[in-house]
């Protein structure tokens, strides 16, 4: 099976890959950015996504965000964690939230469009966020540590993909496309 994934971020297009083809699906990147609404709730940004992809496309396609939801922070950023982290950046995130080792939660909620309808999948995992950035800098996966782990995301690099949020949103994608072609 092959299906188009639209996004810009070709590290997501690779973990993407390798998690979903095990299955047997097939990546089609599509390389395109769009803008998103900027709003706290993933699952309403997503569905905009997803639409205007689609619209863009003419073809099933998927789409993913990924939040982080900081619990001394009543859940935010949510849907705006990339502008929050582009604004405060790790060092910050840091200093301000891992002293005292803040509970959080990364979520990554897909959306598929088959043409018809929109189906949502979702993915999560508890954390807290580590005293300092730890390993690559690419976003946030330098100051997250996940429940049971004593190394952040970036410091786990790819066995990240056997147990992130995006894994289990995905594997819950995968089972639906099984269940659908069946």
């Known amino acids: ?5 639209l996004s ?6 690779a973990e993407v890959r390798t998690i979903l083809s095990p299955a047997g699906i097939e990546v ?23 639409i205007r ?14 939040a982080l939801h900081i619990d001394a922070l009543n859940g935010f950023p949510g849907g705006l964690t990339q502008l929050f982290w582009d604004t405060v ?3 910050r ?6 002293r005292d080792v803040s509970p959080a939660v990364a979520r990554t909620c897909i959306g598929y469009c088959d043409g018809c309808r ?14 300092a950035p730890r390993g690559d800098r690419a976003d946030w996966d330098c100051i997250f540590i996940p429940r049971g782990e004593c190394r ?12 992130s949020m995006r894994r289990r949103a995905l594997d819950s994608f995968a089972a639906f496309l099984k269940g659908e072609a069946a």
Do not use: W, Y
């Not at 099976?1 to 994934?5: A, G, H």
């Not at 089609?28 to 940004?45: F, G, N, S, Y």
């Open 53 to 66: 992809a689609f619209r863009l496309i003419g073809r099933p396609v998927f789409v993913e965000h990924t």
């Open 93 to 98: 995130v840091a200093a301000l939230f891992g």
């Open 28 to 50: 089609v990147p599509v390389e395109r950015k769009l803008d998103e609404i900027q709003t706290h709730d993933i699952e309403q940004l997503v569905r905009d996504k997803c």
């Open 152 to 163: 952040t995301f970036a410091e786990m690099q790819d066995e990240k993909n056997k147990i």
């Open 8 to 13: 810009s971020n070709g590290h997501k297009v």
């Open 1 to 5: 099976m092959r299906l188009r994934f």
């Open 118 to 131: 929109i189906h949502h999948f979702e993915g999560t995992i508890d954390g807290a966020i580590a005293d």
């Open 89 to 91: 950046g790790p060092e």
